[in-house]
């Protein structure tokens, strides 16, 4: 690390919040491209992280780049409305061809927390209804209305006591012991039984669904352990919405463009939700986000019920459209399927080899590799950490996930190449060599 750079670093415990400098691995780069990250000290990092799911097209792809230069001549910032311009409104039009059903108008915004405000805003405007459920373990974001419906962990809420206008049902829980096989019963039917049941005890003991504006969860659990529920699950929150005229909102900031093998994970189960929250992925890395519902029920939100000064920056609208159209030139829906599964295989053959893995959650490119102790079978976040730190000094950036930090996020760019699947988790089977080693000494 030259001069200049461990002189800045040592800034970090004093000019940047550690909440927002604190995060693992804290790797100092000089550059970014394609699979990869470029080290102060001189190194090339395999990247399975994609700046946490966002860079879906790889880091700085020459048409994104090209895209930001060329319109950086024209405009730097909107505000849309008070001006015109015409990378959102292709931007729509474009987006609304590869969307579910009829998810065919947006609001744009900056993050993904703020398309998940927009999203419970429209619900509740459009329903006259305050109430809210959520599931538990599901993120969407850290601003007071988002946070009031995340529950992955608890720290996330600590003192900051969001609105009590939110109810929590439990997730899909592959482990749930309360649902295993019963004589003469098949899995899913107990799975969904439980389901209607936690629904009826909420309306039964806390509020009544005629209350609800809606129902909001992430169609994988991202944050919270990359859960994959099944198809069946996701039907019947979509049916019991239908029933009570809740309306169903699917947070795809995580799960958008490409990651779970489809545009969205709203196609990959063919579920529609009423509103969808996307982000990450949209813009290659330039802030962008929105929150999307068809045009009738969007028609409802009026001038003033909502509104911004930054989103739609026109900047990132043309890095958006480049990004849609790198995914399409190069058809990365199908490699993330095809890689997806490629790389799914592997995992279960490391698993056999190495007991610290417990299970192997992948959808696409979505991926998760649950960390175990072996000799109690619990999840240990202790041992995520240490095999992070093992496969970095190896040359591949992973990154955590779940309650307890447990399971090990492998989130690779859509364009990644089944050779460099092979590199990467050579190397986090040397991490994990290592690491039991050390734990026999």
């Known amino acids: 690390m030259s001069q200049d750079w461990s002189h800045l670093t040592k800034k970090l415990s004093t000019r940047l919040a550690p909440s927002m400098a604190k995060d693992h691995p804290n790797l100092p780069v000089v550059k970014e491209e394609g699979c990869y990250y470029f080290g102060v000290d001189g190194r090339k990092y395999l990247d399975f992280t994609s700046g946490i799911a966002v860079t879906n097209v790889g880091h700085r792809h020459p ?37 579910p059903g009829e998810l065919d108008c947006f609001f744009f915004a900056n993050s993904g927390t703020e398309a998940i405000e927009g999203a419970l805003k429209l619900a509740k405007y459009v329903t006259k209804r305050p109430y809210v459920i959520s599931f538990t373990g599901c993120f969407h974001g850290r601003t007071q209305g988002a946070l009031a419906v995340s529950t992955s962990k608890s720290k996330y809420r600590k003192f900051l006591q969001p609105n009590g206008l939110t109810y929590q049902i439990p997730y899909f829980d592959p482990n749930d012991t309360t649902v295993m096989d019963e004589p003469g019963i098949v899995m899913e039917e107990l799975v969904i039984r439980k389901l209607e049941n936690d629904f009826q005890r909420l309306f039964k003991h806390h509020v009544s669904p005629e209350e609800v504006a809606c129902v909001i969860l992430e169609p994988v659990l991202g944050e919270g352990g990359y859960v994959i529920p099944p198809q069946y699950w996701l039907k019947k929150v979509r049916a019991i919405c239908d029933q009570h005229n809740m309306l169903l909102i ?51 939100w009026p001038l003033g019920s909502h509104g911004t000064t930054f989103g739609g920056n026109p900047l990132a609208c043309s890095a958006a459209l480049a990004t849609l159209e790198v995914m399409q030139e190069e058809n990365l829906l199908q490699n993330a399927r095809e890689t997806g599964a490629y790389a799914g295989e592997k995992l279960e053959k490391l698993k056999e080899k190495h007991d610290v893995i417990g299970s ?82």
């Open 63 to 99: 048409k994104v780049v090209q895209a930001i230069k060329s319109a950086v001549d024209h405009l730097v910032h909107g505000p849309i409305g008070v001006i015109q311009y015409e990378s959102i409104l292709r931007l729509a039009d474009e987006l609304a061809e590869i969307l």
């Open 250 to 300: 699917f947070d795809e900031v995580q799960t958008g463009f490409g990651r779970t093998g489809e545009w969205f994970a709203a196609q990959t189960f063919n579920v529609t939700p009423d509103i969808m929250a996307i982000a990450k992925g949209i813009a290659s890395g330039l802030p962008l986000s929105a929150t999307v519902a068809n045009h009738k029920l969007m028609q409802q």
């Open 360 to 441: 192997i959650r992948q959808v696409g490119l979505m991926i998760g590799i649950e960390i175990i102790d072996p000799t109690t079978n619990r999840p240990d976040g202790q041992a995520v950490l240490e095999i992070l730190d093992l496969a970095l000094k190896e040359g591949v950036l992973f990154y955590l996930c779940g309650n307890e930090g447990e399971v090990i996020r492998m989130i690779p760019p859509l364009t990644v190449t089944k050779e460099q699947i092979d590199t990467g988790l050579n190397m986090l089977d040397t991490a994990i060599n290592h690491y039991q080693r050390r734990v026999e000494q």
